[in-house]
């Protein structure tokens, strides 16, 4: 297999994630680029917010990558459109959907991590029809508390999200997991609550994921109380799970091996995200979830060198 000339890995893991199982990531925008600057998101702020579509990857480049990987993980349990920015971005998906699932022989479901900005387009609605699952996301159903969260591009309107993730479900054979993200008293009130769940039984997903912000964020604990999360769950419905809660004991034991090749990497040598992007062959944010666990259990220190952040063995 002749190696093309790369800028970009566009292809990382396979990560264990909490609901896919091992997961091969599909890197497809430059970092950050994305619709929205949710105050919860673990990347930082963003850096090119828009709504504008562009053609990113280089596709050879992404086949090669992607025939190594199949070849050399021995389990991947989903292959997953998602990454440092909002996929929906690029440009003639089905392409890409088209490469993945040739590559795979179509033996690997194919998944679809979104924020649903773009779902109210019918022409990214087609492009994204050959997946399995799609996972979009649904903050909010008022516009006050969905600019509050999400704080998006311009002009996006939160009742075009819902409408086009309603067209989604009239179309969409495959599965659709709608995610959650609850913020402490921002989108957990009685109202709050009771829009999205009128939302939500408009949408008819699969199922319904509320995720916690349990990841480093710019605003400090956004973690919303346990009444708050019973509340929520118990207005959304029986399909309706807490990511954070029924899955912690089997996402702890995915993640202990490669928590411990970081902190042993970090015990050889300082490094910086970049570093270890390249070291595990993981995006950006799946570097800082380890970081972070990390960080918490007071293994690993951060520290400013020429205005670049590394990360040091502190023990």
């Not at 591009?153 to 819902?162: A, G, H, P, S, T």
């Not at 270890?276 to 799946?286: D, K, P, V």
């Amino acid at each position: 297999m002749n190696k093309p000339a790369l800028s970009k890995n566009y292809v990382y893991g396979p990560v264990p994630s909490r609901r896919l199982g091992f997961s091969l990531g599909i890197d497809l925008t430059p970092c950050k680029s994305c619709s929205f600057d949710c105050i919860y998101c673990q990347l930082g702020k963003t850096t090119h917010k828009t709504i504008r579509r562009f053609e990113f990857v280089d596709l050879k480049g992404l086949k090669y990558q992607l025939n190594r990987k199949l070849l050399s993980s021995s389990r991947i349990d989903y292959i997953t459109i998602s990454g440092s920015g909002e996929p929906t971005l690029h440009k003639n998906l089905n392409k890409i959907i088209k490469l993945l699932k040739k590559s795979s022989q179509g033996k690997i479901p194919l998944a679809l991590i979104t924020n649903s900005s773009l779902l109210s387009r019918r022409q990214v609605r087609e492009e994204i029809k050959e997946v399995d699952l799609i996972v979009p996301s649904l903050d909010a159903a008022t516009q006050r508390t969905f600019e509050l969260i999400d704080r998006p591009y311009k002009n996006i309107r939160i009742e075009n999200i819902i409408e086009g993730l309603i067209k989604l479900r009239r179309s969409f054979r495959g599965k659709i997991w709608l995610e959650i993200m609850l913020i402490r008293d921002i989108n957990t009130t009685k109202r709050e609550i009771a829009r999205l769940a009128s939302a939500v039984a408009k949408i008819k997903p699969d199922k319904i994921h509320i995720n916690l912000p349990v990841r480093p964020a710019r605003y400090g604990d956004l973690i919303p109380s346990l009444a708050q999360q019973r509340f929520a769950r118990e207005q959304l419905g029986e399909i309706c799970e807490i990511v954070d809660s029924f899955s912690r004991q089997k996402q702890q034991k995915m993640f202990t091996d490669i928590e411990k090749d970081i902190g042993a990497y970090l015990k050889r040598r300082p490094a910086s995200i970049e570093d270890l992007e390249y070291a595990f062959g993981l995006n950006r944010n799946e570097i800082i979830k380890y970081l972070d666990i990390l960080i918490r259990k007071g293994v690993v220190k951060q520290q400013n060198s020429k205005g670049q952040e590394y990360f040091i063995y502190g023990l």
